[in-house]
């Protein structure tokens, strides 16, 4: 649209001119009615009357108008629809609740029954191995659409399983539904009630419902979550102390990756814990403050940055204070001492001796600045010597502390994987399975070109479901999904190639393989693995 106030009169009159002398741009579409979906009220509302002779300022209110009631349309379709996916959800999990459904969606049904009836001849690795693969079919049912749902939705599982949660409640509170399906409230809105009336007796969800229904469909989000949660707080038949006791169970930390080698550290605990922290650290970095910070940021002596300018900001402080308690235990003044937690970071060696500016790579977030890199390998204890040929990057040797073919091959794929590798999931390599694409009881071999970490569920979730998976060059992994679409993941590092080994190491006789027909998944303590044949004698250093 063009600028109003270069719009020229065609008149003497200032105050008042023709649609028809209007200049192009300026001449208000009239508002009509947008409907989306089946909604009823998701139509706009009616244009204003016609105005034989408005001013400016009114054509361009007019024009606000039906501009932004375009928004709110798409906003109540957007409603609708998430309203409608909430019940196709409700569907899907009763579907799969079906016995004759889940029977068939367990990947090895007969495994269960078999090693029940064979319980007195198992060995006890086969004995584990049959508790491990032991999965009723409404679990593996579950774990299925979940999984299928979430890859489809390129989403976490457990963002689809707290989605399919979130749809059963709405569904069990008819009016919000309602509310949900036409647009009255936004999907926010109905998951904030839901949240709120779902820790209240049954009994007293509809008396809820009713009371802050209204506020939803005139309330922004921010103010109606604490109006509904003051009105819980107000209805709720246990005691704050009860309460209190029960929700400290959930009590957690995690770390959140964030942009330009940053992270975020969330603590969740009571309320008079976090804050009195949270004082503790702004005390302390008032105090320094007031001090006149005695520590200044460590900037590069070759910058020219006044003294004040070298001095940390209240936040910068309190963030300082934060690291020190919590990853030495100590406070400012040096007192005390705490354990350190571990980290691996793959330097490349021209970078470490500040040859070279490539980026570091740590272990679970990727690129970091080549000079946290070499702060962090100036203060490590020891290191792993990870050698690797300058132009095919094959990995030539893991350092000469390792001895088993076993330990570094499980140290390589952890470097290559850094993470499970099933479609979507990100829980650490280091606190995953090391499976056989190609299972070892039917034949597959223990090398690196079948071989990847699956997280305890997903490992599972391979053997007990339909879910399918080959191993291409490069560690690549290609999944086939129960409803038979494709998905592909690809190693952290696929540059990296599989480590020499060493001469073999004399050992027991490998134990017999089970049979080819055997039920049973293999046992967690695997014989004495083939090592991988060597690359060849010639490097070029």
Request: glycine share 6%.
């Amino acid at each position: 649209m063009s600028n109003p106030d270069q719009a020229t009169p065609p008149a003497p009159d200032d105050d008042h001119y023709s649609p028809e002398s209007a200049p192009p741009g300026n001449t208000p579409a009239p508002v009509e009615p947008v409907h989306a979906g089946s909604a009823e009220s998701t139509a706009a509302e009616p244009a204003e009357p016609y105005v034989p002779n408005p001013t400016l300022d009114e054509l361009v209110c007019t024009e606000l108008a039906r501009r932004t009631e375009l928004i709110a349309a798409e906003a109540r379709a957007i409603a609708h629809a998430q309203a409608r996916q909430a019940e196709f959800l409700v569907e899907l999990q009763c579907w799969s609740e079906d016995p004759q459904v889940s029977s068939r969606l367990h990947g090895n049904p007969e495994s269960i029954r078999l090693a029940d009836l064979n319980a007195a001849t198992l060995t006890e690795d086969q004995a584990r191995a049959a508790f491990y693969g032991r999965w009723e079919d409404r679990e593996v049912a579950r774990r299925t659409i979940v999984s299928e749902t979430a890859c489809l939705l390129r989403m976490h599982e457990r963002t689809v399983e707290h989605l399919m949660e979130q749809s059963l409640w709405l569904l069990s509170a008819p009016a919000t539904f309602e509310a949900l399906s036409s647009g009255e409230i936004s999907y926010r809105h109905a998951t904030v009630l839901i949240d709120q009336m779902r820790t209240l007796p049954a009994e007293d969800h509809e008396a809820f419902e009713d009371k802050v229904l209204p506020d939803a469909k005139r309330l922004p989000v921010s103010r109606f979550k604490d109006r509904a949660r003051r009105l819980r707080e107000r209805l709720h038949p246990e005691s704050i102390v009860t309460r209190t006791t029960n929700a400290l169970a959930e009590r957690h930390s995690r770390w959140e990756a964030a942009p330009d080698g940053m992270g975020w550290l969330h603590w969740y605990g009571t309320a008079h814990d976090t804050k009195a922290a949270y004082d503790r650290i702004n005390s302390m970095a008032g105090n320094l403050k007031k001090a006149g910070d005695p520590a200044p940021m460590d900037l590069d002596a070759e910058v020219n940055v006044d003294a004040e300018e070298k001095k940390r900001t209240l936040d910068q402080l309190r963030a300082d204070i934060t690291r020190a308690l919590l990853l030495d235990g100590i406070t400012p003044d040096g007192m005390g001492a705490g354990i350190r937690g571990k980290v691996m970071i793959t330097v490349p060696v021209l970078t470490l001796l500040g040859l070279d500016e490539e980026p570091a790579t740590l272990e679970g977030y990727g690129p970091i600045s080549p000079e946290i890199a070499r702060q962090i390998a100036g203060h490590a204890p020891s290191f792993t010597r990870l050698l690797t040929h300058p132009e095919t990057g094959v990995v030539l040797s893991l350092g000469k502390t390792q001895h088993k073919n076993t330990k570094a091959m499980k140290k390589w794929l952890r470097v290559r994987d850094e993470t499970c590798r099933f479609p979507g999931c990100s829980r650490p390599a280091v606190k995953s399975d090391v499976d056989h694409t190609d299972p070892w009881a039917g034949g597959g071999k223990t090398d690196c070109d079948n071989l990847a970490h699956l997280c305890e569920p997903h490992h599972r979730l391979k053997h007990l479901s339909h879910w399918r998976v080959t191993q291409e060059p490069g560690g690549i992994l290609l999944w086939t999904s129960p409803g038979k679409r494709s998905y592909r993941t690809d190693p952290a590092n696929p540059m990296m190639g599989p480590p020499r080994p060493l001469p073999p190491v004399a050992g027991p006789k490998n134990r017999k393989r089970p049979a080819e027909e055997s039920h049973l998944m293999p046992p967690r303590h695997r014989p004495t693995r083939t090592p991988t044949p060597p690359v060849p004698e010639n490097p070029p250093f």
